[in-house]
């Protein structure tokens, strides 16, 4: 379809008449028209979650599980609120495709058993440190060579991005997750739990506390936006390195979260 023949998009006046038609009278054709409008964003949190996931996790699989959270986000904001609905939404998208793969239980299990123990390692190091490890420091703690850690942490890079949204107890969290408080620091909901404002305390702290290169990559990815590729074009590595910092630095982030008083 050419430029010429595209619909416009419509106006924030538009988008606002269709909120207050379906919020009035639960018009479906208004309910259709904010689905229409709005669907963009479950691809883009699609392309987001599907990082480092096995290619047996299907992209269109990953779209469909977030529509129906889309669904679900804009059968139950409330305008009135004075929350952005992108924000909103986001973190109902995300959570329905979590939910999903959690479902599916995809992880093979010599790959979770494999992330617990450079877990564990890492929280031992860690205490004893009283500062987030390097990678170097990592391996020799485990008795193992800096490329075959580099590699572990390669294949359990999908665990990472997904353990973003698990650093606390998602009874305590709210509606907002980790991973939604790094993108936008104004995501926990208004008026949220002096507990949120802590956490949203404690990860700014863990954060600052990484080594410099995963502070970097942690910072362009979730306050910046770029993709794994675009940060490997800056640092001068590959997308599946920059995978490997981003595994390693979520884990710290972890405990660090688990034990906020430490280092």
Request: hydrophobic residues 40%; aromatic residues 6%.
């Amino acid at each position: 379809m050419s430029d010429r023949t595209r619909a416009p998009e419509p106006t924030a006046q538009q988008i606002g008449g269709l909120w207050a038609q379906f919020k009035a009278s639960g018009s479906p054709r208004a309910r259709e028209g904010l689905i229409l409008h709005y669907s963009p964003l479950v691809k883009f949190v699609a392309g987001r979650v599907g990082v480092g996931l096995p290619r047996s996790v299907e992209q269109s699989d990953l779209i469909s599980y977030g529509m129906f959270g889309l669904i679900d986000a804009i059968d139950k904001f409330e305008p009135e609120r004075n929350i952005k609905f992108e924000t909103y939404a986001v973190n109902r998208i995300k959570g329905a495709i979590l939910d999903e793969l959690r479902a599916l239980d995809w992880v093979p299990r010599s790959v979770r058993a494999r992330a617990r123990e450079i877990q564990r390692s890492l929280d031992e190091l860690e205490h004893r440190l009283k500062r987030s490890a390097t990678e170097d420091e990592l391996a020799a703690h485990m008795g193992l060579p800096v490329d075959t850690l580099q590699t572990q942490l390669g294949e359990i890079a999908g665990l990472g991005f997904v353990a973003l949204d698990e650093l606390i107890d998602p009874g305590e969290r709210g509606s907002a997750t980790l991973g939604d408080l790094l993108a936008d620091p104004r995501a926990a909901e208004p008026g949220g739990s002096f507990e949120q404002q802590e956490t949203r305390y404690f990860l700014t702290d863990a954060i600052n506390r990484l080594p410099e290169r995963e502070r970097l990559v942690i910072t362009l990815y979730y306050y910046e936006g770029l993709t794994l590729a675009e940060i490997g074009d800056v640092l001068g590595v590959t997308e599946s390195r920059i995978c490997q910092i981003h595994t390693k630095s979520v884990m710290s982030l972890r405990n660090r979260m688990i034990e906020p008083g430490t280092g």
